[in-house]
C-alpha cells in the first residue's frame, strides 16, 4: 500500500518530535520554521523500458531538506511505498542525524517508487541510471550538491551504477566518485560501510547500557553482555546489528523478516536463519526455534532489548503497551510513532532514538566521501611509519623485560593498521562521543528523554548554521 493511506503524515511526525524539543530552545520561531522545512523536492516520472521492451512509467523523488551544510546527504531507497512524505521525512531524520553526530551535511533522501523485488537487474540498472540522469539534469546529485547512499532496497551495486552514470555523463569531474557513497571496494567504497549502521546500533547501545541510573525504570543491570536481544527486519541493518551484539556477548533471542519470525529463548544465529531462509524459502521451521503467527508479533516477545529495524510507523498506540523489552535502539529510521513513544517512556522504556542510534552509516559514509575527494585511502601515508614506530617501542620494552617475549606477542603488538581499523575506531569514537553530548544536554537541561535531548542538539545546531550564515540577501 502507498505510505499516503497511512494514518498519519510521517513527515508530521517528526515535526511533532521537533517541536517537543523546540519548547525547550531559545531559538527565533522563524528559525525554527527554517529548520523545519523541507527546502526542495525534486519530483519525477520517466519511461523505462521493461524487459518484455513495454514502456513503464516510474514515479521517483528527491528531498532536499536542509542546505545550512553541502551537500546534503542521504540514502535512496527502492520501495512501493516510496511517496513525497515519506522521503520529505526521511530527509528531515538525515538533517537531525548528521547534526547529531557532527557530520558537515545537510540531510536529503531519495525514492523510486518500484518493487525491486520483482525487476531483473538489468530493469533495475535502467532504472537506476535514468534516475541518475535526471537527478544530473537538476542538480540533485554531485560530490558538492547531495551524496545518495544506500537505503532499504538498494546497496553497493545501485551505488556503482549511480557512480558510473555521474562519471559517464561528465567524463572531466575528477571527484565524480564522491557523488555517492556506499560503493563497493573496487568502485572505490570504504571497508566497513556495508556493517556500519547495524554496528553502530550496537555501538549506541552499548553507550545507553552504560549507566547504571538511566536503566533503573526499565528494570535493567548496565552492560550488553547477556542481555536478551530481539531483531525486528533482519535486513542489512538488523542482520549487521544481530551478528554485532553477539560478538559482543549478548544473545538474540528473536529475529523477524517481512514474512515470518522466529523467537528462540536459547539463543539464534542470525546468518545461519537467513542462510535457511535462502535454502527453504522462509525463516518459519528454524531448528529450535518457535515460529510466532506474525512478523510483528516479535515485537512483543520476552527480551531485554530491542531493535527495531524494519520500516517505520512499526511502533504504535496498538502495540506499545505490550512491549516487554526495557532498552529500545531503533536501527530503521521513525520506527515509533509519537503517540507510541510517549507510551513507552510513560511505561519506563529507554528509547535510543533514530537519529542517533542507527547514524552510523552516514557516518562510514561521511568516511567514504572524504577519502574520494582526497583520492587516497586512510592508511596509506601512515601504515608503514606506524610499524616501524611501534616496532621501535615494543622492542625497547621487549629488552626491557626479565623474561623473553614471545614472537607471536611481538608480531600482533607491531600489526600495522588497516584501513578498516581507522573506520571502526572513528565510528566507536563518533557513537560515543555523540552520546555523551545528548546525554548531557538530557541531564543538564531536564528534558523528559534521549529523543527530546537529540532533537533539541540537532535543532541547535541546525539552526544555529543558519542563524550564523545570515539570511541572503
Ligand atoms: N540510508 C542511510 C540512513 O538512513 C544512510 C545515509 C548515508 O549514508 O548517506 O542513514
Not at 556500519?196 to 547501545?205: D, E, Q
Not at 549507566?211 to 533482519?234: E, I, N
Not at 520500516?311 to 506499545?320: C, P, R, S, V, W
Not at 515509533?336 to 552516514?362: F, M, Q, S, W
Request: net charge negative.
Amino acid at each position: 500500500m502507498p505510505n499516503q493511506s497511512a494514518r498519519r503524515s510521517f513527515f508530521h511526525s517528526v515535526n511533532q518530535y521537533l517541536d517537543v524539543a523546540a519548547e525547550h530552545s531559545s531559538l527565533a520561531p522563524g528559525v525554527i520554521r527554517q529548520v523545519k522545512s523541507c527546502n526542495a523536492l525534486y519530483r519525477i516520472r520517466f519511461p523505462v523500458r521493461d524487459d518484455a521492451g513495454e514502456i513503464q512509467v516510474i514515479e521517483a523523488f528527491r528531498a532536499e531538506h536542509s542546505h545550512h551544510r553541502s551537500p546534503t546527504k542521504g540514502g535512496v531507497r527502492f520501495s512501493p511505498r516510496v511517496s513525497q512524505d515519506e522521503v520529505m521525512a526521511l530527509a528531515a531524520l538525515m538533517s537531525y542525524k548528521c547534526a547529531v553526530v557532527n557530520v558537515p551535511f545537510g540531510g536529503a533522501k531519495g525514492g523510486v517508487r518500484i518493487d525491486p523485488g520483482r525487476c531483473s537487474p538489468a530493469f533495475l540498472e535502467r532504472i537506476t541510471r535514468r534516475y541518475t540522469s535526471e537527478l544530473i539534469r537538476k542538480q540533485f546529485i554531485g560530490p558538492d550538491d547531495d551524496v545518495p547512499a544506500p537505503d532499504v532496497g538498494t546497496g553497493e551495486r545501485e551505488m556503482g551504477w549511480i557512480a558510473d552514470t555521474y562519471k559517464t555523463l561528465g567524463p572531466d569531474r575528477l571527484n565524480a566518485l564522491a557523488c555517492v557513497t556506499g560503493k563497493s571496494l573496487t568502485m572505490h567504497g570504504i571497508p566497513g560501510r556495508t556493517e556500519a549502521t547495524g554496528l553502530g546500533v550496537v555501538l549506541a547501545l552499548e553507550q545507553a547500557l552504560d549507566h547504571g541510573d538511566d536503566l533503573k525504570r526499565a528494570g535493567l543491570s548496565p552492560g550488553l553482555a547477556g542481555k536478551r536481544v530481539l531483531v525486528h527486519g533482519l535486513g542489512k541493518v538488523g542482520l549487521h546489528a544481530a551478528l554485532a551484539a553477539v560478538e559482543r556477548g549478548a544473545v538474540v533471542v528473536g529475529v523477524s523478516v517481512s514474512d515470518g519470525a522466529i523467537y528462540d529463548p536459547n539463543g539464534l544465529d542470525a546468518q545461519a536463519v537467513l542462510d535457511h531462509r535462502a535454502e527453504r524459502g522462509s525463516i518459519l521451521g528454524f531448528p529450535g526455534a518457535t515460529d510466532l503467527s506474525e512478523p510483528s508479533e516479535l515485537l512483543e516477545q520476552d527480551a531485554d532489548l530491542l531493535v527495531p529495524a524494519a520500516l517505520e510507523h512499526d511502533i504504535t498506540a496498538d502495540n506499545a503497551l505490550r512491549i516487554q523489552a526495557g532498552v529500545i535502539a531503533e536501527g530503521a529510521n521513525g520506527p515509533t510513532d509519537p503517540e507510541a513513544d510517549a507510551l513507552l517512556r510513560g511505561a519506563g522504556k529507554l528509547i535510543v532514538p533514530d537519529i542517533y542510534a542507527n547514524a552510523g552509516g552516514v557516518v562510514v559514509s561521511y568516511f567514504e566521501w572524504v577519502k574520494n575527494l582526497s583520492h587516497i585511502s586512510f592508511e596509506r601515508m601512515t601504515r608503514r611509519y606506524q610499524e616501524l614506530s611501534t616496532r621501535q617501542l615494543v622492542d625497547l620494552v621487549a629488552s626491557r623485560m626479565p623474561e623473553p617475549v614471545a614472537e607471536e606477542t611481538l608480531k600482533e603488538l607491531c600489526r600495522p593498521p588497516e584501513e578498516i581499523d581507522f573506520v571502526r575506531t572513528a565510528l566507536e569514537n563518533t557513537m560515543a562521543q555523540s552520546y555523551h553530548a545528548v546525554r548531557e544536554i538530557w541531564k543538564q537541561r531536564d528534558l523528559p528523554d534521549l529523543r527530546t535531548a537529540a532533537y533539541l542538539l540537532a535543532l541547535e545546531n541546525v539552526g544555529g548554521a543558519y542563524i550564523e550564515s545570515g539570511v541572503f540577501p
